[in-house]
């Protein structure tokens, strides 16, 4: 594409071929070397991940928790500790 049109030139007349060549022979090295800069600077492209396997039902439920029931906690039926208690002292 950068001496596309050296070489329509050299097609049509308007350029000589011995031009459109030279033309040709220092715009790919060119082009080459700031590509290769390019991707130095980007990087790699990034590889594809290896697919993640389906859940099985053992695993989809989740883990399993329990709670407990604090002391002094409304609604929870737990007994308050007050100053009359053994555990207050």
């Known amino acids: 594409m950068c001496v ?3 070489l329509h ?6 350029t000589t071929l011995e031009a459109a060549l030279t033309r040709y022979l220092i ?37 399993t928790y329990t ?4 002391p002094g906690m409304p609604g929870t039926g737990a007994r308050q500790l007050g100053a009359g208690d053994d555990a207050s002292a």
């Not at 390019?38 to 990087?43: D, T, W």
């Not at 709670?67 to 604090?70: E, N």
């Open 4 to 6: 596309s049109p050296a």
């Open 9 to 14: 030139g050299a097609w049509s007349g308007d």
């Open 27 to 63: 715009a790919v090295p060119i082009c080459w070397l700031v590509l290769s800069i390019f991707e130095a600077m980007v990087g790699p492209p990034p590889r594809p991940q290896p697919p993640v396997p389906a859940p099985t039902p053992e695993a989809a439920q989740g883990p």
């Open 67 to 70: 709670a407990q029931q604090v």
